[in-house]
């Protein structure tokens, strides 16, 4: 029950002249349960209900009956594709006048919702079941999900931005908030191009060179100008359980007979820098492509290895400090951000960057073991084609 319709109670309170203390009184309540019901910080159970209606000569309909409700939305799915099965939660953005739905599932199962997908049956009465669209019916006030700021990439770095902006003063209301969304660098870019995310964060090396391809950047993401900013640079390396009991000190020890190797999705940069890795080992890449376990970010890869269902994987440095993992170095990398250069003007990406050059954002970057010192730095500006 939202506190609106709690604050009837507070209404009919005062039109009788009563107290909080007075109503606590008559109804055996505490007088800061009084006052939590009329906040909306505690719904009453059905006694309490008929004693509080009881009191001030109303019925139970009429202090605490549910509004109507809202009127459906329909959105634009992203993700998932048209046979996969979604959740009821989704988080919702409007990007080029455009609303999009995410499901909360997987990692973002643990993000709040911005709307709840109507039921499949009430899909299918509004004819609403094509495989690109969901009708949703908004739990925040549009005013408010409009200003979402969706941000996809990787990096735990990327986390860790979100939450320092949603934590600022006035990220909430119509400033929206920034969702961050897991995705490969590939899939950023691609949801980049297609209108899907606001920010993609990136780091898709040369095979040969091992320096960022900005040519992937622009083959990825489109046609639009885009503007291209370093978050920091991070070391990518093996991940092994605490001790390195496997002795694995290169590329090359992933040719140990019976190694458990897990991988990330083709399309990320840590399955490119494994591949580069193997060829350089004089290893066949198809060590990467048979690997039985699939992993969709650098925790994961992590997570396989700390509970024992893998024996190594390719991943970052700060994932290793997370689950207490011992890190064998193959590569330091660059992780950038890439956003059309209009955004640039754009008062939440402006917030974004004000944040990410902050010292208190930086000495935490730092201490995942990022390297900062080119920190928000615009490293390149890609023309439209």
């Given at each position: 029950?939202?506190?609106?319709?709690?604050?009837?109670?507070?209404?009919?309170?005062?039109?009788?002249?009563?107290?909080?203390?007075?109503l606590?009184?008559?109804?055996?309540?505490?007088?800061?349960?009084i006052?939590?019901?009329?906040?909306?910080?505690?719904?009453?159970?059905?006694?309490v209900?008929?004693?509080i209606?009881?009191?001030?000569?109303?019925?139970?309909?009429?202090?605490?009956?549910?509004?109507?409700?809202?009127?459906?939305?329909?959105?634009?799915?992203?993700?998932?594709?048209?046979?996969?099965?979604?959740?009821?939660?989704?988080?919702?953005?409007q990007?080029?006048?455009?609303?999009?739905?995410?499901?909360?599932?997987?990692?973002?199962?643990?993000?709040?919702?911005?709307?709840?997908?109507?039921?499949?049956?009430?899909?299918?009465?509004?004819?609403?079941?094509?495989?690109?669209?969901?009708?949703?019916?908004?739990?925040?006030?549009?005013?408010e999900?409009?200003?979402?700021?969706?941000?996809?990439?990787?990096?735990?770095?990327?986390?860790?931005?979100?939450?320092?902006?949603?934590?600022?003063?006035?990220?909430?209301?119509?400033?929206?908030?920034?969702?961050?969304?897991?995705?490969?660098?590939?899939?950023?870019?691609?949801?980049?191009?297609?209108?899907?995310?606001?920010?993609?964060?990136?780091?898709?090396?040369?095979?040969?060179?091992?320096?960022?391809?900005?040519?992937?950047?622009?083959?990825?993401?489109?046609?639009?100008?885009?503007?291209?900013?370093?978050?920091?640079?991070?070391?990518?390396g093996?991940?092994?359980?605490?001790?390195?009991?496997?002795?694995?000190?290169?590329?090359?020890?992933?040719?140990?007979?019976?190694?458990?190797?897990?991988?990330?999705?083709?399309?990320?940069?840590?399955?490119?820098?494994?591949?580069?890795?193997?060829?350089?080992?004089?290893?066949?890449?198809?060590?990467?492509?048979?690997?039985?376990?699939?992993?969709?970010?650098?925790?994961?890869?992590?997570?396989?290895?700390?509970?024992?269902?893998?024996?190594?994987?390719?991943?970052?440095?700060?994932?290793?400090?997370?689950?207490?993992?011992?890190?064998?170095?193959?590569?330091?990398?660059?992780?950038?951000?890439?956003?059309?250069?209009?955004?640039?003007?754009?008062?939440?990406?402006?917030?974004?960057?004000?944040?990410?050059?902050?010292?208190?954002?930086?000495?935490?970057?730092?201490?995942?073991?990022?390297?900062?010192?080119?920190?928000?730095?615009?490293?390149?500006?890609?023309?439209?084609?």
């Open positions: 029950m939202a506190p609106l319709e709690l604050n009837r109670v507070r209404a009919a309170r005062q039109a009788l002249g009563l107290s909080q203390a007075a606590a009184a008559a109804t055996q309540l505490s007088r800061q349960s006052g939590a019901i009329e906040a909306g910080r505690a719904l009453p159970a059905v006694d209900a008929l004693r209606a009881a009191a001030l000569q109303r019925s139970v309909e009429e202090l605490f009956a549910a509004p109507a409700a809202a009127t459906p939305l329909v959105t634009s799915r992203v993700g998932g594709g048209a046979s996969a099965a979604w959740p009821g939660r989704v988080a919702l953005a990007i080029g006048g455009q609303w999009l739905s995410y499901p909360l599932s997987g990692e973002a199962a643990r993000t709040s919702a911005d709307a709840v997908a109507l039921p499949v049956a009430e899909q299918a009465a509004q004819q609403r079941r094509r495989s690109s669209t969901l009708a949703v019916t908004p739990v925040r006030p549009l005013a999900v409009q200003g979402n700021l969706v941000l996809m990439g990787c990096a735990l770095g990327l986390g860790l931005l979100a939450d320092r902006l949603n934590a600022l003063p006035g990220a909430s209301g119509a400033a929206g908030r920034c969702l961050w969304l897991t995705r490969s660098s590939s899939e950023a870019l691609a949801a980049l191009a297609s209108g899907h995310t606001h920010l993609a964060g990136v780091h898709l090396m040369d095979s040969k060179t091992g320096q960022p391809s900005l040519s992937d950047v622009r083959r990825l993401s489109g046609k639009q100008p885009l503007s291209v900013l370093t978050l920091a640079r991070w070391e990518a093996l991940l092994t359980a605490a001790g390195n009991p496997g002795q694995l000190r290169s590329a090359a020890d992933l040719a140990h007979p019976g190694l458990r190797l897990v991988v990330r999705e083709a399309g990320s940069g840590a399955r490119r820098l494994l591949e580069r890795e193997l060829a350089r080992a004089g290893l066949p890449r198809s060590l990467a492509s048979s690997a039985p376990l699939r992993a969709s970010g650098p925790l994961q890869v992590a997570l396989a290895v700390a509970m024992g269902a893998a024996d190594t994987g390719v991943a970052t440095r700060d994932a290793a400090l997370a689950y207490g993992l011992h890190f064998v170095p193959l590569a330091e990398e660059r992780y950038d951000l890439v956003l059309p250069q209009p955004l640039l003007s754009d008062t939440r990406v402006q917030r974004l960057l004000d944040t990410l050059s902050a010292a208190p954002c930086r000495r935490e970057l730092a201490a995942l073991g990022y390297d900062v010192s080119r920190c928000g730095e615009r490293v390149a500006e890609l023309a439209a084609a």
